[in-house]
């Protein structure tokens, strides 16, 4: 397939190849059913998605069209500029056109209500514990299930066949990856649930001689039709598209990168690629010189991404918000733009765009530092500028940067290569980083769990060689399943570890995108309900079963999150330090993620608004500077009990030690 060359120069970019009167697939292809958006944070997916299903609405009037955030931080509403939760509701104006944004929480409350009391029968039936044990079990909130959720919401839609067209926003990059790949992940869970009503029906038609199916099987039966139907969904190539979404960064391609060959594994259609804000022709220095930095990754793009379709949209002097907003913006991918500053300069005087005064940062004092934000607001860079900054300033303290976010960009932004082990950064004594490994931590923590099973196994009612062989099996595949949640325990897990071990003074997380990181917060609470629940069970069959290693695990698991629980929860030993843009979607978030904090108690008392545009007499410039105004004082007014600080939009990317040694100076002046 022959995508759109983008070419750049003194001019701007340029497409070669491209019919302007032709249209990508995802807005021509009358047969779709299923079009999702994806890519790193902060790249525009919420915006492609909202402004292609309103021009879908508008040329299809005889068609229900469904848009729909999997996001767990949602910025649906704030992209329409209208109230969207989680029940389906109209687009004001647009008749045909509904959007919903997922509550994982509450769709996980329904779908326990209608499925728990079958799902504790079948576990009745297929191991040793009783309706009590399971019960307790049942009522614990799992972690990670928003993209569980997400699927089976896309299982729901699939099969009520209401809406002749559904766009999804999706998470970012990391998270979307783990969505992709939960069907094969059912597909083991459906076995375990199987596996346990063979020994239901074994033990039945032993006795009875004979077995009906009932109730139970029909449960299974239905889920194993369910994993089936969605895997078929997202591989047809007539029905289904993805559609990357990227800006001419390094960190953006890579992890547009990344996700682009986990579609391609798993067999999912993917043919397009908007590429967002490229930089046309500006009256000033900072426009020329990010048009100029954009050279090679649009050259990379170009390369990288060549078997796909390339849809340049431009740098906006404005953020893109609300039906008009969208509208213009998808006139952009299909053909019909209009001049980009068209309107949006005129009229501003130099001499009126002072914002609030704004601080720098002061540097944390804390143990453990936590940096997050909306996706793409610059937290990775943040964290690793702090990181250094501290490495420099307490040159006798060891500090680790560690990344929690699937999508990991610390080896982007550091330019050097981490792992999943701890490595010293080049040019520092006492920095250290690292970005988890979670599937290879989620390997080492069922053989833990593996062997200390087997020694329950071992000495199963009384001791000696005596083996429940098939309560065993159903076991050691339970432990295979991967659960949903994993990026957040494995990373918990791994915490803990670091904490007990004492090899570091500063730990500075660069954590995943808002709701993803409210999710991680929320882990060590939920971990511990956990671990008490199975101590309790534990305790209940302590004269059946020789606890050993099991009981000693459970009772490090507890201690081990009441630790990293209290840590979260001290003021003196933990800060957070939120970080935004100038934009309405940036803020709301933002706020969201600070009522989340409170509610957890943990301490945050910054925030930092990055990517504001300097003074300028740039029109476009100025137009831009102008809107973050009155954003910039939102945020000031409603957080007077804050430090809040600034820092410039620059017109390079910033990679690499030295850049992050100068970013770190400006915004620590201390």
Request: overall charge negative.
């Amino acid at each position: 397939m022959d995508g759109c060359k983008v070419s750049v120069g003194s001019g701007g970019f340029a497409l070669h190849g491209k019919n302007m009167s032709e249209l990508p697939s995802f807005l021509e292809n009358r047969e779709l059913r299923f079009i999702f958006f994806g890519g790193k944070g902060g790249t525009g997916k919420t915006t492609s998605a909202s402004a292609s299903a309103l021009y879908l609405a508008r040329q299809r009037p005889e068609e229900r069209i469904l848009v729909v955030s999997i996001d767990p931080a949602h910025s649906l509403g704030d992209s329409f500029d209208q109230t969207i939760g989680g029940e389906i509701i109209p687009i004001e104006g647009v008749d045909n056109l509904l959007a919903l944004e997922l509550d994982s929480q509450e769709a996980l409350v329904r779908f326990k209500e209608k499925n728990d009391p079958i799902v504790a029968q079948i576990a009745e039936r297929g191991t040793m514990f009783d309706r009590e044990d399971i019960q307790d079990f049942l009522k614990l909130t799992l972690p990670g299930m928003d993209e569980l959720m997400a699927i089976i919401e896309l299982i729901k839609l699939a099969k009520a066949r209401e809406y002749g067209l559904v766009v999804v926003d999706t998470a970012p990059a990391g998270h979307t990856v783990r969505m992709l790949q939960l069907p094969a992940q059912m597909k083991n869970w459906v076995k375990t649930v199987d596996m346990m009503m063979d020994k239901y029906r074994y033990i039945f038609s032993t006795f009875a001689g004979r077995y009906a199916p009932d109730e139970c099987d029909r449960f299974v039966e239905d889920r194993d039709k369910d994993v089936a139907m969605v895997e078929r969904m997202l591989k047809n190539v007539r029905t289904t598209e993805f559609v990357l979404v990227a800006t001419p960064e390094e960190m953006a391609i890579d992890a547009s990168g990344r996700l682009l060959s986990t579609l391609k594994k798993q067999h999912i259609p993917v043919r397009n690629l908007i590429v967002n804000r490229v930089q046309q022709d500006g009256s000033c220095g900072l426009c020329m010189r990010r048009q100029a930095e954009q050279a090679r990754p649009l050259a990379e793009i170009q390369e990288r991404f060549a078997g796909l379709h390339l849809w340049p949209v431009p740098r906006l002097p404005h953020e893109v918000r609300g039906k008009d907003g969208l509208a213009d913006f998808v006139q952009f991918i299909v053909g019909a733009e209009r001049g980009i500053a068209e309107g949006k300069g005129e009229g501003v005087e130099p001499g009126v765009l002072e914002m609030p005064s704004l601080t720098s940062l002061s540097l944390p004092t804390a143990r453990f530092i936590l940096i997050g934000g909306k996706g793409g607001v610059g937290k990775t860079t943040v964290a690793a500028a702090t990181a250094i900054r501290l490495a420099s300033r307490f040159p006798q303290q060891k500090v680790l940067l560690f990344s929690t976010n699937p999508a990991h960009s610390v080896s982007d932004s550091l330019d050097q290569k981490m792992g999943a082990e701890v490595v010293r950064v080049e040019g520092y004594d006492n920095l250290y980083a690292q970005e988890i490994d979670a599937p290879k931590l989620l390997e080492e923590f069922i053989e833990e769990q593996r062997a200390a099973i087997d020694e329950v196994f071992d000495g199963f009612i009384g001791g000696g060689n005596v083996k429940v062989a098939f309560e065993q099996e159903i076991m050691d595949h339970i432990l295979e399943t991967t659960p949903p949640g994993l990026d957040e325990m494995m990373a918990l897990m791994e915490i803990m570890k670091l904490l007990e071990a004492e090899d570091f003074d500063i730990f500075v997380l660069d954590t995943a995108a808002t709701g993803h990181l409210i999710r991680f917060l929320e882990v060590p609470e939920l971990a511990q309900e956990w671990f008490k629940t199975a101590a309790r069970l534990l305790l209940k069959y302590r004269g059946a079963v020789k606890l050993g290693t099991v009981g000693q695990l459970v009772v490090k698991y507890i201690r081990q999150t009441r630790k990293v629980r209290e840590q979260l929860v001290d003021p003196t030993e933990t800060e957070f330090i939120v970080v935004t843009i100038p934009e309405a979607m940036g803020i709301a978030e933002s706020e969201r993620l600070i009522q989340g904090l409170e509610k957890l108690s943990i301490p945050c008392h910054q925030i930092l608004i990055n990517f504001v545009t300097p003074p300028t007499d740039c029109p476009f410039c100025a137009a831009k500077r102008r809107e973050e105004q009155r954003y910039i004082g939102q945020v000031v007014d409603d957080y007077p009990e804050h430090r809040v600080a600034q820092a410039f939009m620059l017109p390079d990317e910033i990679r690499g030690l030295d850049d992050l040694v100068e970013f770190g100076k400006s915004l620590y002046r201390d």
